[in-house]
């Protein structure tokens, strides 16, 4: 059985060991800094860049030191190329949800944790961040990168940082998390090949840390929204629900409760809607 709160210290090779060459280095800065760093070209210079570096990459997004395994997962490549893109609107929303004392992120289905890691580096003294990810090689990856950005100081030592190596649904035990694939597009599966995993009620998940209101949540899920959020609203009062929602609704048509109506018809709001993600914010409590 995996521990579901990691904290470990992360044994993986020293930051550097994976630094990009003199030739890596300038197309990384193309796509960052240059308009070519959008569609088809950003694409040949990914492939440029895979041809000559198809390993981790040491490098530094948002002023801190990280290790991008770009070439498993999307998120990470997109972060290599133009960090700035990573949903700019929606990190926005959640850094202005947390400028309180004792502000709340949850993150359900961190990935490799970069939201957490952007939200971490704004973060004011007192704030709690929760990184919830089943996959133990993601979730490594996520506390690799965070723990970089403690060491030089760039997360203020007050911020609390909780590591959850769970998947949430709607029952608490095991479940088979997929392999089939790529990085940040696996879910829980039934009758498939996959790894087993500590599976938790989201609101039973918190509650073991002691987590009781919510400024922002972030849920990504691969389609299994529906049996993550409407559960947890179901088992909390009003003052637990999160007051700002960042939903991803890819796979609204096959939900079997309509998440964002759900929302909606216990007081909250639609506030944007931005490609893969509806942003919900809460305006009243409907019992």
Not at 65 to 82: A, D
Not at 237 to 247: D, G, H, K, T
Request: proline share 6%; net charge negative.
């Amino acid at each position: 059985m995996i521990d579901p709160m990691t904290t470990e210290p992360n044994d993986s090779p020293e930051w550097g060991t994976y630094a990009p060459s003199t030739s890596v280095a300038w197309l990384i800065g193309l796509a960052r800094h240059s308009p070519l760093g959008r569609g088809i070209a950003r694409r040949l210079i990914y492939n440029a860049i895979n041809r000559q570096h198809p390993d981790p990459i040491d490098t530094r997004i948002w002023g801190t030191r990280v290790r991008l395994h770009h070439r498993i997962n999307v998120s990470e490549r997109k972060s290599l190329l133009r960090p700035d893109l990573l949903d700019p609107a929606e990190l926005r929303l959640i850094r202005e949800a947390l400028t309180h004392p004792g502000a709340v992120f949850v993150d359900v289905g961190s990935n490799a944790g970069l939201y957490a890691l952007n939200v971490a580096l704004n973060a004011d003294a007192g704030s709690r961040i929760v990184a919830i990810e089943p996959s133990p090689d993601l979730i490594s990856r996520l506390s690799y990168n965070l723990d970089r950005a403690r060491e030089d100081g760039l997360i203020d030592p007050a911020v609390r940082l909780d590591r959850l190596n769970i998947a949430v649904s709607d029952t608490d035990g095991t479940g088979t998390l997929s392999i089939a694939g790529g990085e940040g597009n696996r879910g829980l599966v039934d009758g498939e090949k996959g790894i087993e995993v500590p599976v938790r009620r989201l609101s039973a998940a918190l509650s073991d840390i002691s987590i009781t209101t919510i400024d922002a949540m972030k849920i990504d899920v691969e389609g299994h929204e529906d049996h993550v959020l409407p559960p947890y609203l179901d088992d909390t009062s009003p003052e637990a629900w999160p007051r700002l929602i960042v939903l991803e609704h890819l796979s609204r048509a096959d939900w079997s409760i309509d998440v964002i109506a759900d929302c909606e018809r216990r007081g909250h709001r639609i506030e944007r809607s931005i490609r893969n993600n509806t942003i919900l914010r809460r305006t009243a409590s409907i019992a």
